[in-house]
């Protein structure tokens, strides 16, 4: 059935009921500037770049902020538009102090490429009426509030995208704050993670980075996009380079798993990279210590010593471990020169501590050893049940996704010895005993089965050994689970009959499960 219709600059176009105006324009290929909206965020019709003209309005629409209707006639490129775009880019510039020359957002400012679009060298208000020093109380971050334009982007970056909820929305009329700090958003520490998201927000020169002032402008820099390479998110990210060396870093917009999102080790933990610290020669010690040695040198000692091994006692004397950092080709390389040139099985990783349960037990389960779920999914679950996993430390990014999901409204249950950031967001924390992980699950089974509230047409059609799971779950009733975990009887079979009742749920684990010695 055809959806609802507009008309967008003289076309007739279909919408879905709940898109804004920006969002038809953008997706029938219309462009509309923007500089105070954040994809996914709420809209604050702030900046008033985005208006345009609807027959019948009594003034321009912020298209941003007004939801598409039934046979709307929409205009995005008239003189009136122009007009009030044009206002609204004199009115910020006027708002503070927009220095291109020093400033270091030059080439990538949205102000200042909006000035240019709309013809706007100078504007016709009087300068900014408060003085604004520049915030230099961040290891990572300059905040210069001359520049902000009070979009409130880096506001919902935080509260919306990132949910650190370390920058209160600073409404309220400007007498009200503190001296000297305008009505500008102040940041909490306390709550602050550093991410940076903020940062990457900011469609200005309002916020920018520490670490990359002036080493180089943005047509100076080379984008080079890779992959995190801390946690096993896997995100996306550009690397600004210059001469060779990484400037800065910032996520890839709307490229999965991330979604434009990083933590502060994926945004600002590059130095290893350039560090005066690494080996950049082989070393050999000698008589209790190192001196440095060619490649070939190296190799050749390392070769020798594994060929006498060998001769010795056989490949089995040998064996490698190679390291969860290192890329999948190293990975098979090293298996290669194990298995195939040196003839010995013995190679090994050291996810065999973390990862290697989760391997076998979803193998074993599913038949591949890999997440059963895509970061995408998140959206969709309507519970989530956390358990062993610290994920705001541990997998940032991914928990973002589980925090978004709890504003739109899905139930967290997180069950955990510790009360880690994600109880803020939890409607129920089953403080469990450090290791009664299996004990805790055997009495939520025992009760989804002896309820009957388990899905027995996937039971019957997709599972074996039901039977058995069954007689060894049945040992286990919520009364006995209760007293090897510490948690409540009551609170075992209310979570499992929410966990039942509340579908599509999603279960996450991590280390806090799978490090343990039943952690398959
Ligand atoms: Fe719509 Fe700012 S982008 S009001």
């Given at each position: 059935?055809?959806?609802?219709?507009?008309?967008?600059?003289?076309?007739?176009?279909?919408?879905?009921?709940?898109?804004?105006?920006?969002?038809?324009?953008?997706?029938?290929?219309?462009?509309?500037?923007?500089?105070c909206?954040?994809?996914g965020?709420?809209?604050?019709?702030?900046?008033?770049?985005?208006?345009v003209?609807?027959k019948?309005?009594?003034?321009?629409?912020?298209s941003?902020?007004m939801?598409?209707?039934?046979?709307m006639?929409?205009q995005?490129?008239?003189?009136k538009?122009?007009?009030?775009r044009?206002?609204?880019?004199?009115?910020l510039?006027a708002?503070?102090?927009h220095?291109?020359?020093?400033?270091e957002?030059?080439?990538?400012?949205k102000?200042?490429?909006?000035?240019?679009?709309?013809g706007?060298?100078?504007?016709r208000?009087p300068?900014?009426?408060h003085?604004?020093?520049l915030?230099?109380d961040?290891?990572?971050?300059l905040?210069?509030?001359?520049?902000?334009?009070l979009?409130?982007?880096?506001?919902?970056a935080?509260?919306?995208?990132?949910?650190?909820?370390a920058?209160p929305?600073?409404?309220?009329p400007r007498k009200d704050?503190?001296?000297?700090?305008?009505?500008?958003p102040?940041?909490?520490?306390?709550q602050?993670?550093?991410c940076?998201?903020?940062?990457?927000a900011?469609?200005?020169?309002?916020?920018t980075e520490?670490k990359?002032?002036?080493l180089?402008?943005?047509?100076?820099?080379?984008?080079v996009?890779?992959?995190?390479?801390y946690?096993?998110?896997?995100?996306?990210?550009?690397l600004?380079?210059?001469?060779?060396r990484?400037?800065k870093?910032?996520?890839?917009?709307?490229?999965?798993?991330?979604?434009?999102?990083?933590c502060?080790k994926?945004r600002?933990?590059?130095?290893?990279?350039?560090s005066p610290?690494?080996?950049?020669?082989?070393?050999?010690?000698e008589n209790g210590e190192?001196?440095?040695?060619s490649?070939?040198?190296?190799?050749?000692?390392?070769?020798?010593?594994?060929?006498?091994i060998?001769?010795?006692?056989?490949p089995?004397?040998?064996?490698?471990?190679?390291c969860a950092?290192?890329?999948?080709e190293?990975s098979?390389?090293?298996q290669?020169?194990f298995?195939?040139?040196l003839?010995?099985?013995?190679?090994?990783?050291?996810a065999?501590?973390?990862?290697?349960?989760?391997?076998a037990?979803l193998?074993r389960?599913?038949?591949?050893g890999?997440?059963?779920?895509?970061?995408?999914?998140?959206?969709q679950?309507?519970?989530?049940?956390?358990i062993?996993?610290n994920?705001t430390?541990?997998?940032?990014?991914?928990a973002?996704?589980?925090k978004?999901?709890?504003?739109k409204?899905?139930?967290l249950?997180?069950?955990?010895?510790?009360?880690t950031?994600?109880?803020?967001?939890?409607s129920t924390?089953?403080?469990?005993?450090?290791?009664?992980?299996?004990?805790?699950?055997?009495?939520?089974?025992?009760?989804?089965?002896?309820e009957?509230?388990?899905?027995?047409?996937?039971?019957?059609?997709?599972?074996?050994?039901?039977?058995?799971?069954?007689?060894?779950?049945m040992?286990?009733?919520p009364?006995?689970?209760a007293?090897?975990?510490?948690v409540?009887?009551?609170?075992?079979?209310?979570?499992?009959?929410?966990?039942?009742?509340?579908?599509?749920a999603?279960l996450?684990?991590t280390?806090?499960?799978t490090?343990?010695?039943?952690?398959?």
């Amino acid at each position: 059935m055809a959806g609802p219709k507009l008309t967008l600059n003289g076309n007739e176009v279909e919408f879905t009921p709940g898109e804004t105006i920006l969002q038809v324009a953008e997706r029938n290929g219309v462009k509309i500037p923007t500089l105070c909206y954040l994809k996914g965020c709420t809209p604050t019709g702030a900046c008033r770049m985005c208006l345009v003209e609807v027959k019948g309005a009594r003034t321009l629409v912020a298209s941003c902020a007004m939801p598409a209707g039934e046979g709307m006639e929409i205009q995005t490129d008239t003189e009136k538009v122009h007009t009030a775009r044009r206002l609204a880019v004199e009115l910020l510039l006027a708002s503070g102090e927009h220095n291109c020359l020093v400033c270091e957002a030059n080439g990538e400012c949205k102000l200042q490429a909006l000035a240019y679009e709309y013809g706007v060298d100078a504007s016709r208000f009087p300068g900014p009426l408060h003085p604004a020093p520049l915030i230099d109380d961040n290891p990572l971050i300059l905040r210069d509030p001359s520049k902000c334009i009070l979009c409130g982007r880096c506001v919902q970056a935080c509260n919306e995208v990132q949910v650190n909820r370390a920058i209160p929305a600073p409404w309220g009329p400007r007498k009200d704050q503190e001296p000297d700090q305008g009505w500008y958003p102040l940041v909490d520490y306390d709550q602050c993670t550093h991410c940076g998201q903020c940062v990457q927000a900011c469609p200005v020169g309002a916020l920018t980075e520490k670490k990359a002032m002036g080493l180089g402008r943005s047509w100076e820099t080379e984008k080079v996009r890779t992959t995190c390479p801390y946690c096993g998110v896997g995100c996306q990210l550009w690397l600004h380079v210059k001469d060779n060396r990484i400037i800065k870093v910032t996520a890839v917009e709307e490229a999965q798993p991330n979604r434009g999102r990083l933590c502060v080790k994926g945004r600002f933990g590059y130095d290893f990279v350039h560090s005066p610290e690494r080996l950049t020669t082989p070393l050999i010690k000698e008589n209790g210590e190192f001196r440095e040695a060619s490649w070939d040198e190296a190799l050749d000692l390392v070769a020798a010593k594994f060929k006498a091994i060998i001769a010795e006692s056989g490949p089995d004397a040998l064996a490698g471990v190679s390291c969860a950092r290192s890329t999948n080709e190293d990975s098979y390389n090293m298996q290669k020169l194990f298995r195939a040139a040196l003839g010995t099985n013995n190679i090994d990783h050291c996810a065999r501590v973390c990862h290697a349960p989760t391997v076998a037990g979803l193998a074993r389960s599913f038949g591949s050893g890999a997440m059963t779920n895509s970061f995408a999914d998140f959206d969709q679950a309507k519970m989530f049940f956390v358990i062993g996993s610290n994920m705001t430390e541990a997998h940032p990014v991914a928990a973002t996704f589980v925090k978004n999901a709890v504003l739109k409204g899905a139930d967290l249950i997180l069950a955990d010895p510790r009360a880690t950031a994600l109880k803020e967001f939890a409607s129920t924390h089953m403080q469990l005993k450090v290791g009664s992980d299996v004990a805790l699950i055997n009495g939520m089974m025992h009760v989804l089965i002896s309820e009957g509230l388990y899905d027995k047409p996937y039971v019957d059609s997709c599972t074996t050994g039901f039977d058995q799971l069954k007689a060894k779950v049945m040992e286990y009733p919520p009364e006995r689970a209760a007293e090897s975990t510490g948690v409540p009887a009551e609170m075992i079979v209310e979570v499992a009959r929410r966990l039942a009742a509340n579908k599509p749920a999603m279960l996450i684990y991590t280390l806090g499960i799978t490090e343990h010695t039943c952690g398959v």
